[in-house]
């Protein structure tokens, strides 16, 4: 089975200095028997998700490979594309070249980038996006696709934060960059709006997903891997929940879980 562990999903033992992360490793290697992991950048960037420096990257690197392990995905905060501000704007842009550079180290094969803004009625955003915010997103997600194809993996956003918690918008935004190395991270059912025809709605473009507890214990959850499925997807099922207690326990229900659900759609 195609399963990974999303390292938000340690969030907690990692603030509390219970897990760094080789720690994490260890854990999904050996606890839990994958062989490969989605990172988040919170794992081993600073509280502001600055890069580290490269040798410790480099160290990751090796610690990866000596465990034979895959990164399936990288997912980078403090990196998003869009802010109102131009500085602000310039500022992540520089801290998107870092983790990008990082993530290729690493040899992740899907990164997600969030498209930045808010959902709503903000001041600076709009659901439907201003013309200058969404002309922005998809010219910094063709620059990144073009980088992306050099080094073969995938690039995109998630349904995440802003816009993205739209499905039409990210479908707009898919359909503008129209590009092959474009890929939507699916946190499955998390939506603003929509939430009943948006994984289907976005399902073109899915190269990566999240189960949360909600969506791996919801009553759709075999026919959502169903029309993923069908829809052509053949990449990894993720879990990312961080629980406020037991994390270890809690990931290992939602790892049954999520397999339990794999079989069934199987069937």
């Not at 989605?38 to 420096?53: C, L, T, V, Y």
């Not at 959902?119 to 980088?147: L, T, W």
């Not at 948006?198 to 399902?203: H, Q, R, T």
């Amino acid at each position: 089975m195609k399963l990974s562990i999303g390292g938000y999903s340690f969030r907690n033992t990692m603030y509390e200095g219970k897990m760094d992360i080789y720690g994490y490793l260890e854990t999904v290697k050996y606890r839990y028997g994958l062989d490969t992991v989605d990172f988040w950048n919170g794992q081993f960037a600073n509280r502001s998700f600055e890069a580290p420096e490269e040798k410790y990257i480099f160290n990751i690197r090796e610690a990866l490979d000596e465990r034979e392990m895959t990164l399936v995905n990288y997912a980078i905060d403090g990196a998003h594309i869009w802010d109102p501000d131009p500085e602000k704007r310039e500022n992540l842009y520089q801290n998107a070249l870092q983790h990008l550079k990082i993530g290729e180290i690493l040899g992740a094969k899907t990164i997600r980038i969030d498209t930045g803004g808010h959902f709503g009625s903000h001041p600076d955003f709009s659901m439907s996006m201003e013309e200058e915010q969404f002309e922005y997103i998809v010219n910094r997600y063709k620059e990144f696709c073009d980088r992306a194809a050099d080094l073969g993996y995938k690039i995109g956003p998630e349904n995440h934060t802003g816009p993205s918690l739209s499905p039409k918008n990210l479908k707009k935004i898919a359909e503008a960059v129209h590009h092959p190395s474009f890929g939507i991270l699916l946190h499955i059912g998390r939506w603003q709006e929509d939430e009943s025809i948006g994984d289907e709605m976005v399902a073109p473009w899915v190269c990566h997903t999240h189960f949360d507890a909600r969506t791996a214990t919801a009553e759709n959850g075999e026919s959502m891997i169903r029309m993923l499925k069908d829809s052509g997807y053949d990449g990894y099922w993720s879990i990312e929940h961080n629980a406020e207690k037991h994390q270890y326990i809690e990931i290992e229900w939602l790892l049954g879980t999520v397999k339990r659900l794999i079989k069934k759609a199987e069937i």
